[in-house]
């Protein structure tokens, strides 16, 4: 289905927290994530391994395994909190309105059902169509998603095809029922660079065909450069950084943000080697006090032993970050979006 784009946020997660708790401690996998999507619009999500990219995602989808709960926030979605759904009701959107393409297709696809019986279920299951029309159906998307001789494919089994035709499948199951929100994870992870290309070309036209809003996650910033009109840059289940694509490109703020631009190799620029981001990221099990990236940051300050907040630091620009929009340390009351006491506060807190 499609909606019509009144300007109200599509989805809108205020202060999501997801936990684990495991044998050795919490596990805050997701520490007070906030951020939208406006409906037709792509979110490109960013960020290492182990940044909550990714049980950001599954928590939307209500699909958190135990030891892991949604333990506050909100997921508003069409005026719905999804966390409080019941279950019935959450089936309903899982899948319909809102469908995910996983990051490793053979994981994800059935081993022992055809393609195309395994999308004719989802069509069943979520559209009431069924028998020989579901499975036509599924041919189509199959010939949607630009899979040479469908008819044929939809007989075989996941193994007998390519990653890239894998990950077609995937996307044509996940658009089958026509979905508002389409929540694409790493889906181009395990792909050589051609079928990449080809994968987030397909990706942007099914989304302009479909008029739907997609959530992108990755590691890779040169997808979300590529597919994204607004980013959200994550570090150890925080939001360090949220923009348009060009403020975040052009104007970076974060010094994570920064770091993460200068590794990716440009053409034409000689180097002898490529730019890192110097340690690792902090334990999630005892995570440091302050700011979580002032151990790797080259712009470590006292008063980043007091975490920062997310602020504005333009408009539609937020940084979790001590540093002035100019980049300079902050003296009491010039802290970008806050005010003289939080600052004040804040460095007698590190003196102390």
């Known amino acids: 289905m499609t909606r019509q784009d009144d300007g109200t946020p599509l989805l809108a997660i205020k202060n999501l927290q997801t936990h684990f708790a495991t044998a050795d401690g919490l596990v805050k996998a997701v520490d007070g994530v ?30 958190i395994e135990r030891p892991g709960r949604v333990v506050g926030g909100e997921i508003l979605f069409d005026g719905k ?15 319909n309105a809102i469908s995910m393409i996983f990051q490793e297709p053979m994981t994800s696809l059935n081993p022992v059902f055809t393609c195309g019986s395994q999308i004719a279920e989802a069509i069943s299951t979520h559209g009431g169509i069924t028998g020989d029309e579901a499975h036509k159906r599924a041919i189509e998307m199959l010939t949607q998603v630009g899979i040479p001789d469908a008819a044929r494919r939809a007989g ?17 199951m996940a658009l089958s029922t026509n979905p ?69 490109y052009e104007h970076p703020h974060h010094p994570y943000t920064h770091g993460l631009l200068a590794s990716i190799p440009r053409l034409g620029e000689k180097r002898e080697r490529l730019e890192v ?5 902090p334990n999630p099990l005892n995570l440091p006090a302050g700011c979580l990236f002032r151990r790797r940051c080259p712009n470590a300050m006292p008063i980043c032993e007091v975490a920062p907040p997310l602020q504005e630091i333009a408009p539609g620009h937020l940084s979790r970050c001590w540093l002035t929009p100019a980049g300079d340390p902050p003296s009491v009351g010039e802290a970008p979006g806050t005010d003289a006491a939080l600052v004040a506060a804040a460095a007698l807190s590190v003196e102390q």
Not at 34 to 63: W, Y
Not at 81 to 95: F, I, Q
Not at 277 to 281: D, M, P
């Open 34 to 63: 906030s951020f939208s999507i406006r409906n037709g619009a792509t979110l490109g999500v960013v960020g290492e391994s182990g940044c909550g990219k990714s049980v950001t995602a599954l928590s939307v989808m209500r699909l």
């Open 81 to 95: 909190n999804l966390v409080d759904l019941p279950d019935d009701e959450m089936r309903e959107v899982r899948g």
């Open 156 to 172: 075989e089994y996941p193994h007998q095809l390519s990653g890239g035709m894998r990950q077609r499948v995937m996307i044509a």
């Open 180 to 248: 508002d929100l389409l929540i694409a994870d790493e889906p181009t992870t395990a792909l050589d660079v051609t079928i990449q290309a080809q994968i987030l070309e397909l990706m942007k036209a099914l989304r302009e065909r479909n008029r739907m809003a997609i959530m992108l996650i990755t590691h890779d910033l040169g997808v979300i450069a590529e597919m994204a009109d607004d980013v959200v840059v994550m570090y150890a289940g925080k939001v360090v950084e949220q923009s348009d694509i060009l403020t975040v």
């Open 277 to 281: 981001i110097k340690g690792v990221v």
